[in-house]
């Protein structure tokens, strides 16, 4: 039988993180998304509450976790806020994630420890031309005289261009294969690397408060040392780091459905028209026993995705089917809490609204619905594009 406990440090951490949420996300949610603003100040607060780096070893400044209790972090964030959920899953899964998983001793040890402390870290893989069809990738890096001449651009990059980052790994082409193809590699540009300049994205639907960025790359010039890992492993290196992430984003479904499903059912026990709560109706009662319903499948695949990596099993699989399932859980569930909300919950101060915008980036950031079905579909033997 398998066992569905969690551990009692994994249950703590869920406490903990939630009374964090409660007490220092809550109170400034709607305004940050109002104003569209990404806070140092509660960025650096997440980070003493030890929110970046759970799954790296001590050694490097982590805390030496398993990656369940990372997800288990993530989705506490995002049943509060799905902003500040995505400044963390990004700067894990994305900044720190390619580093500590591919970067060589030197550089684990010159990057993590900071990353894990205060700085934050992009991870530059789409540009303009190429999102889903990461292959397409236009951006080059030249090895000249013991150091990358990087040129190119790149496009919705997180956590890229404010005060706290410190990094950005960029994919670039860096030549061809002997069969032809284009090489690609991984490379560190440090902030402030000349040649290299981040633009903050405005306008944003969703996920207002975190941070997104354009990259430029004019003849930025970084030493040799700087590549990732090995030459030409760079294609491999951002699918494994996408397999990781996509269970930070299905942990973005799971928490973001969680909090606006609690939004929904106080707000069906309150309100009352024709004499008795709304809840009492079964078309209302039936909507939120489907999302209770959902969600506990949705994290039932999310955990055992998560379980899978934590036991070092393959979970690539599972990893695109729980970022897909929870993606869409929370999307029924945040049009059901809009709904049960009525004209109130299309109104700002009804945190419904901002669940319901945020959700939307979770069928396209990290490989879009479309290509989660592609992957699944591909792990069945199917020869699908
Ligand atoms: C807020 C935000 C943050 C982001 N953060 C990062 C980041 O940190 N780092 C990073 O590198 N990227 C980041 N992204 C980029 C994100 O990963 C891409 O937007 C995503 O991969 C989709 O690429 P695209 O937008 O170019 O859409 P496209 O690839 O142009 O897709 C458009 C539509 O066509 C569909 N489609 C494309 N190809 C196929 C196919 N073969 N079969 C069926 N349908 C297909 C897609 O599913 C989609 O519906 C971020 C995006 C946003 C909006």
Known sequence: MPDYNLTQEQE???????????????PVAQELDEKEEFSVE??????????????????????????????????????????????????????IGPIYYFGTEEQKMKWLPEL??????????????????AGGSKTTAVLKDKKWVINGSKIFITNAANPLTAVVTVQAVTGTRPDGKKEYSCILVPYGTKGFTAKEMHKKLMWRASNTAELYFEDCEVP??????????????????????????????????QGAFELALKYAKERVQFGRPIGDNQAIAFKLANMAM???????????????????????????MAKLYCSEVMKRVVTDAVQIHGGYGLMKEYNVERFFRDQKLLEIGEGTSEVQRIVIARNLGLNVR
């Not at 703590?12 to 809550?26: G, N, P, V, Y």
């Not at 894990?116 to 069809?133: H, I, K, M, Y």
Request: proline letters at 1%; aromatic letters at 8%.
């Open 294 to 320: 959902e969600i506990e499948a949705a994290r039932n695949l999310l955990y055992k995705a998560a379980w899978l990596k934590d036991q070092g099993k393959p979970f690539s699989r599972e990893a695109a």
């Open 116 to 133: 894990c402390r205060g700085r934050l870290a992009g991870f530059g893989l789409t540009e303009p031309n190429a999102g889903s069809d």
């Open 224 to 257: 040799e040392e700087n590549l990732l890992g090995k030459r030409g492993e760079g294609f491999h290196q951002m699918l494994k780091t996408l397999d990781a992430g996509r269970l930070s984003i299905g942990a973005m479904g799971l928490g973001g459905a």
């Open 42 to 95: 509660l960025t650096k607060k997440m980070f003493d509450m030890g929110l970046f780096g759970m799954y790296v070893s001590e050694k490097y400044g982590g805390s030496g976790l398993d990656y369940l209790s990372y997800v288990i972090a993530v989705e506490e964030i995002a049943r509060i806020d799905g902003s500040q959920a995505a400044t963390v899953a990004a700067g894990n899964s994305l900044g």
């Open 12 to 26: 703590i951490l869920r406490k903990s993180i939630r009374e964090f949420a409660e007490q220092e996300i809550a």
